[in-house]
């Protein structure tokens, strides 16, 4: 019995393993528009949901150089992973100190991909081979468009073009610098933040994330349009 349940779980992880190593390659290719396991789920349980994929040519360059700057600073210059916030995390956590996020835009896509939400070192554990696998095999621009086309902005909207029609009634390619920036902030809360609506706290993130997109220049080299 035990034999057999062991057998069980080591396929279970073959499995496991197996599914991202096959499809990464399959995402790279742009007629492909990958799914997150949220919107599987929702599908899957009847859930009512908005997405609406668009290219990276489709959404403002602001928006993409706001989120960049928001998120992850370093998107163009690290290998999926930023070892340097990694480590101040890490001297954070031996020094029992509170630990911030240090999930890239990578770890983030993989995460969305094939993961689940909530904090788990187990699950940051499993983050970090497939966000350097993600990046060893994908292009940045893909990367980044994958991203915004499967990161929840609000409860069943999926995406930057439904988010930017669900808040602001305008397609991705024509937000304005500020609703760049305001659905920027959202993406760490979506539950909890409403760029159409913003708190003083969101006004003030906005407002350093505006300042820094506008000042990104080869920070976001690798996602400026040709």
């Known amino acids: 019995m035990l034999r057999k349940t062991i057998l069980a779980l080591l ?6 393993i197996a599914i991202p190593l096959i499809l990464v390659p399959i995402y790279t ?3 492909i528009h990958p799914v997150s396991t949220l919107i599987l789920r929702d ?3 009847f859930r009512p949901y908005l997405r ?3 290219d990276l040519e489709a959404v403002a360059p602001v928006m993409r150089y706001s989120v960049i700057m928001s998120e992850d600073g370093q998107f163009c210059r690290h290998d999926g992973v930023d070892w340097g916030e990694m480590k101040a995390v890490v001297t954070d956590f031996l020094d029992g100190e509170e630990t911030r996020g240090a999930s890239t835009i990578p770890m983030q896509t993989a995460k969305n991909l094939f993961l689940w939400n909530g904090r788990s070192y187990i699950r940051k554990g499993i983050e970090l081979p497939l966000a350097l696998y993600l990046n060893l095999v994908v292009s940045k621009a893909r990367i980044l468009e994958i991203y915004l086309n499967i990161a929840e902005w609000d409860t069943g909207v999926y995406g930057i073009e439904a988010a930017s029609q669900h808040y602001f009634g305008r397609s991705a390619v024509d937000l304005t610098a500020r609703q760049a920036a305001l659905l920027a902030v959202t993406l760490p809360n979506p539950a909890g933040r409403n760029p159409a609506a913003p708190t003083k ?10 300042r820094m997109a506008r000042a990104s220049g080869e920070y976001v080299a690798c996602v400026k349009p040709q």
Do not use: C, G
Request: hydrophobic share 65%; glycine share 0%.
């Open 29 to 31: 290719f742009a007629p």
């Open 43 to 45: 599908h899957f349980t």
């Open 11 to 16: 396929v279970a992880a073959a499995v496991l």
């Open 52 to 54: 609406e994929w668009v």
């Open 201 to 210: 706290r969101m006004n003030a993130l906005a407002d350093r994330v505006q």
